[in-house]
């Protein structure tokens, strides 16, 4: 048995580390909601902890200036931000299973940098440019997506499970849908905010393809607006 005084001391330095990380996670929320309530001329006179009285005068000024939809594009970051592939490669045996999981991985550890010329003409010659689909498409089957869901079937779905429901007559969407989905929800939880922050402050490909306004996304038009400040 170890002693009391021992396991009280672990648990104060635990809880003091908890909370200096939830200082700091938290801290730059705060700042953000101080500075949304802030004149321009406070926040140009430096930090302070005291909010302001201009949070509404704010979001209005937001809402009618037409040169920068902010609105909108938290709407379009909503949508292009909102896995079968993982469990078909995983739970079926097929001749060229291993050279797919093999083109996946490369996919993975290639920059995206490298293959943006390649995709911009691809997805021009197709008509898609300037529109949201080749930012939602290809996150369908993300890579990095499928690899972790692939890594989390081999350890937490024993194949003699889906054998076993094959067996008793489940057909394979079935088996899919009952067994292995609400087996792979922990994992499905975690990428689901992984893709959804990478999607959200992803700036790269969304300025590559999209020339319209309206159907610019937070973070582009946060680009544009620190340009037109520069240039001022």
Not at 17 to 23: K, M, R
Not at 28 to 44: G, M, Y
Request: proline letters at 5%.
């Amino acid at each position: 048995m170890k002693p009391k005084h021992k396991i009280n001391v672990r648990s104060v330095i635990a809880h003091i580390v908890l909370i200096l990380l939830s200082f700091l996670c938290l801290f730059f929320f705060v700042i953000l909601i101080i500075n949304a309530t802030r004149s321009h001329a406070q926040l140009q006179k430096g930090f302070s902890f005291i909010p302001g009285g201009h949070f509404l005068d704010n979001l209005k000024s937001v809402a009618n200036d037409g040169s920068f939809p902010m609105f909108r594009g938290i709407v379009n970051s909503l949508i292009i931000s909102g896995s079968l592939t993982a469990y078909g490669l995983y739970a079926y045996d097929f001749k060229l299973k291993k050279v797919a999981f093999t083109f996946i991985m490369a996919i993975l550890v290639m920059p995206t940098q490298v293959t943006a010329m390649g995709f911009l003409r691809l997805i021009t010659k197709m008509g898609m440019y300037d529109s949201w689909a080749p930012l939602i498409i290809p996150s369908i089957a993300s890579p990095a997506v499928f690899y972790f869901m692939y890594s989390y079937l081999q350890s937490s779905l024993p194949l003699s499970l889906v054998e076993a429901a094959r067996i008793d007559g489940s057909n394979e969407f079935r088996t899919f849908n009952h067994i292995v989905l609400p087996i792979m929800k922990p994992a499905i939880a975690v990428q689901a905010i992984f893709t959804f922050v990478g999607s959200w402050n992803n700036y790269f490909t969304p300025a590559l393809i999209i020339q319209s306004k309206n159907k610019m996304t937070v973070p582009i038009l946060i680009a544009t607006l620190r340009g037109a400040d520069y240039m001022n």
